[in-house]
């Protein structure tokens, strides 16, 4: 792809709320300059809260890619503070590594006690990484008490001066640098497929597995960066404070970081530096209230909480939104097609097969501009060609053997065998409880089944469900489980993860490699919803489309995991059926020209037989028939099933 | 022979108060998957609150130990009217956070009222501990005992028997389904609640003679308690008061024989260990789902 594309790039793979990433990061590079510019000149009191918040900010952003991202809450995050401001102090008073030294100590230790505490917890699902940090917040205090050698004990240790190589640097100096380099790399790892991988996690578990997510490896990855962010925190604040004692290190230090993420923003690194900037700035502007700060926080995290998640930056953006659209009497939807015909010029340097849509679309600002209504007629129109899309794979044969699933003494499967054909196009239908999606579950893995499944010459009884998915199988969902607020072009590109493969050291500075990945996987994404007639709507929220587009969005994340057997959950439950059929035949031309296997859960028995190559009937959890579908119209035991139950 | 034998007494004896702290936390994660890290502090409050009633105001000890529960209900009802009711039905990361808040406000309130000096507190049994056959059993640790007892068989029955307990699981199961079939969700949090702090509010008046008052005293009991409904499972009651038993002996044997470091790591590594081993815990049939 050229560079035509590349400013929008950056725009598209936002999340709401990644606001240093929405903006250009250049203006958070020189805003962040002209801050220290100005912050140099203050007095050393001045600069000590300065570099405070921005210790505190370092934490934070940590903390928005672990609790706001991830979603996953550390109540000992004091302890890595602790790593870090002993490391401090023991590198600057013992050896000439000077801050550099520092900091690598402090990563080293930091990420190895992250990894000890962080493993266990985050193989399971639930909160139990905040039980584990509250053990380790709890003795890790205990251990600084009583280890003196390093920690000098309850009488605490002193730190040298900031040094980096001969020269000695002032606490702002050395707190501006770290800022600015934490921000950035945390903000390319927002924007890039980690950040997309985390937030699919924490909004929508079973379909991020789905697609082949390794969702402990990411939390894992997630825990280490906020441990690792800490310990750099601790190393400014030794520096800071100059004198380290272990009571400092207590849970409600880790709690007081937490509900600072949270006021400010967990989802935002501008949410990180507002939250230090208020709990910091706060109580030095009023030193009255200081005696009350845990009621005050308390009490706002108690208000936000429940109407603004998203902390000040989300009230913010909220009267934003509100003074913009009272002050300019424009509205989203108008500004919205403005940024539509904007992308287009851009594809249309591009692929210039598109003409034709894009001479409809700006026909469309022109007659309707703000006009809802016309917007949606097209979205829901299936456009464009799919000839430039390569992206099923030819499909393999699909084994059941005796497959068996019980929960607790209920058997919602009984014995199931049948072999799906390379290419072919399966149906399995049955009644309401018949064990039609707990067979998919069985065989994608997200349901513990016995028995024996292979997919071509692949045994995937004994697979994880990400082994599975890089086998070829790929699924959508009956509730669709869609990622709240994600985009269309985002959900594409969570269904892409294992394709859009990149190094994470890569992956946090933005490497150029990282860069064109990221490019191609946009236009791949929006190859694929043009294909789908999802363009119109490609950057808004997919959760709060119409019903019959969130389905769309559900079967184009699970086509862009490249699958070689395409599983349909009830594709056309809800949908008008002329919309069904449009939906399944626009996905079945493709499918058919690489071959793929299809296999589709439905009700509508009218598509199933005009579709299907072979259908399967499931019934109580048995199979009752595996024929043509013409014969399976003519079977008694289907019909009884059906109508005589 | 015999100090060892007065290791595993002592043990047991701390255990049984860990199992207790534990069982407040499992009724909640029962019946709404959430945890309460407030409870700590929660049960501290009911501590102070016991204390101006018995040692300022006079009142004899079990009638300001009511008293101490009494405000423990309201503290429950309260906190679950303003901080738990607003977020049901949330994301659980959101529960869990009003619970930080909670704790946050207390903790800050509990120093203005109460301040931060050490205040001892009357035991409720006055006397020299029990002598049986040499090894010494303190008259506290009988009283925590057989109100663990209690409480453990009111639960149970509570749970498994009567409809409102029947009510409270099937809402833990599925809230959408229970609130379909009657059961007002709102009622099921508040009892829920008003029972987990009535039971953090006896800890804290059963630890407060052995700790002393002062600020944060229950902290450690409470991730003690944690790591008691951990290695039980989290859903299991009798679980949580095994654990507690388990973790009071190691940690009897640990002071003993481990350095003096790595004592306080015992409850660290006891939930590493089991998340690692049996996530499940030792004694829950429920899944635990690994990813």
Not at chain 1, 158 to 173: A, C, E, H, K, P
Not at chain 1, 192 to 214: D, F, H, K, M, W
Not at chain 1, 498 to 518: D, G, I, K, Q, S
Request: glycine fraction near 12%.
């Amino acid at each position: 792809m050229s560079e035509a594309l590349a400013p929008r790039t950056d725009r598209t793979l936002q999340q709401r709320g990644l606001d240093l990433a929405r903006s250009p990061r250049i203006y958070g590079i020189v805003a962040l300059l002209i801050a220290y510019s100005i912050v140099r000149t203050w007095s050393s009191y001045d600069q000590f809260v300065a570099a405070s918040i921005g210790l505190y900010a370092i934490v934070g952003a940590g903390l928005v890619l672990l609790v706001g991202v991830s979603g996953q809450l550390s109540l000992g995050h004091a302890a890595f503070l602790a790593v870090g401001a002993y490391s401090a102090t023991n590198i600057s008073m013992e050896t000439g590594w000077g801050l550099p030294g520092e900091i690598a100590v402090a990563l080293v230790v930091s990420i190895a006690v992250g990894a000890l505490v962080g493993l266990p917890s985050l193989r399971l699902s639930g909160l139990y990484l905040a039980v584990g940090t509250l053990a380790l917040g709890f003795a890790g205090q205990q251990l600084l008490y009583n280890w003196e050698e390093v920690t000098g004990g309850g009488f605490g240790e002193s730190v040298g001066d900031i040094q980096i190589g001969n020269r000695l640097y002032t606490l702002v100096d050395a707190t501006f640098l770290l800022l600015g380099i934490s921000f950035v790399l945390v903000s390319n790892l927002l924007r890039g497929r980690t950040g997309r991988a985390l937030n699919a996690i924490r909004t929508a578990e079973p379909a991020a597995r789905a697609v082949g997510i390794e969702v402990a490896r990411r939390r894992v990855l997630a825990f280490s960066m906020s441990s690792a962010l800490a310990g750099v925190g601790g190393v400014l604040y030794a520096h800071a404070v100059s004198r380290v004692t272990p009571e400092t290190f207590n849970v409600d230090l880790s709690i007081f970081l937490v509900i600072m993420v949270i006021i400010g923003g967990q989802r935002s690194l501008l949410g990180a530096l507002l939250g230090a900037a208020f709990v910091v700035g706060l109580p030095e502007q009023f030193r009255d209230l200081q005696d009350y700060d845990g009621l005050i926080y308390g009490a706002i995290l108690l208000v936000l909480i429940q109407f603004s998640p998203d902390g000040l930056v989300g009230l913010g953006q909220k009267i934003v939104a509100v003074v913009r659209r009272r002050r300019s009497g424009v509205d989203d939807e108008e500004a919205m097609i403005e940024r539509e015909v904007e992308a287009a010029m851009a594809a249309l340097e591009e692929s210039p097969d598109i003409v034709g849509e894009i001479a409809e679309r700006e026909a469309v600002v022109v007659e309707g501009a703000g006009d809802v209504e016309v917007d949606e007629v097209e979205a829901t129109a299936f456009t464009g060609s799919a000839g430039r899309l390569d992206l099923t794979l030819p499909g393999l044969p699909l084994r059941l053997t005796d497959v068996e699933v019980s929960y607790g003494g209920v058997r919602a499967v009984e014995g199931v065998s049948f072999t799906v054909a390379a290419g072919e196009v399966a149906g399995l239908i049955g009644p309401n409880g018949a064990g039609k999606t707990t067979l998919f579950n069985a065989i994608t893995g997200l349901t513990k089944a016995t028995g024996s499944i292979a997919f071509g010459d692949t045994d995937l009884t004994p697979l994880s469900v990400r082994r599975r998915v890089a086998a070829g199988l790929g699924r959508t969902f009956q509730n669709l489980s869609l990622h709240e607020g994600m985009t269309p072009i985002d959900h594409v590109l969570v269904g892409a993860h294992r394709h859009v493969r990149y190094n994470t050291f890569a992956e946090m500075v933005w490497w150029p490699t990282v860069a064109r990945a990221e490019r191609e996987a946009v236009a791949m994404a929006l190859d694929l919803l043009e294909l789908l007639g999802l363009t119109e709507v490609a950057r808004e929220r997919a959760d709060l489309l119409p019903y019959d587009l969130q389905k769309r969005v559900d079967v184009a994340r699970a086509l862009a995991s490249r699958p070689r057997i395409l599983m349909l959950d009830e594709p056309a439950a809800g949908l008008p059926s002329d919309e069904a059929d449009a939906l399944i035949d626009r996905v079945l031309t493709l499918t058919r020209a690489s071959g793929t296997s299809v296999m589709i859960i439905e009700h509508n028995v009218e598509l199933v037989s005009r579709v299907c190559d072979q259908v399967r009937v499931l019934d109580a959890g048995l199979l009752i028939a595996d024929a043509r579908p013409a014969e399976i119209l003519q079977d008694e035991r289907v019909v009884e099933a059906y109508l005589g139950g | 022979m015999r100090d060892s034998i007065q290791l595993l007494v002592s043990g047991l004896q701390n255990g049984i108060a860990y199992g207790l702290v534990g069982l407040a936390l499992v009724l909640i994660y029962k019946t709404s998957r959430a945890l309460n890290f407030a409870q700590g502090t929660m049960a501290a409050f009911a501590g102070y609150a016991a204390y101006e009633l018995i040692v300022v105001n006079g009142w004899p000890w079990l009638l300001g130990a009511l008293g101490g529960m009494a405000i423990a209900a309201v503290l429950g009802l309260g906190v679950e009217r303003l901080a738990i009711r607003p977020v049901l039905g949330a994301p659980l990361l959101s529960l869990v956070i009003a619970t930080l808040a909670v704790d946050s406000m207390l903790a800050n309130y509990t120093q203005l009222r109460f301040g931060t000096d050490v205040k001892p507190f009357p035991s409720v049994w006055e006397g020299d501990d029990f002598d049986v056959l040499g090894i010494s059993v303190g008259r506290s640790y009988v009283v925590i005992t057989l109100v663990t007892v209690a409480i453990l068989g009111g639960l149970a029955y509570l749970l498994q028997r009567t409809g409102f307990g029947i009510a409270m699981r099937a809402f833990a199961d599925d809230q959408f389904a229970a609130e379909l079939m009657g059961i007002p969700p709102a009622r099921v949090s508040r009892a829920v609640w008003v029972i987990s702090a009535v039971i953090g509010g006896i800890t804290g008046i059963l630890f407060a003679p052995l700790l002393f008052l002062q600020l944060g005293y229950m902290a450690g009991v409470f991730i003690k308690g944690f790591t008691a409904a951990v290695v039980g499972g989290f859903t299991s009651l009798g679980g949580s008061v095994v654990g507690g038993l388990l973790l009071g002996v190691l940690e009897a044997y640990a002071i003993k024989y481990a350095p003096a470091e790595w004592a306080p790591m015992l409850p660290l590594l006891l939930i590493l260990v089991v998340l690692l081993v049996k996530p499940n815990g030792l004694f829950s049939r429920g899944e635990v789902r690994r990813v």
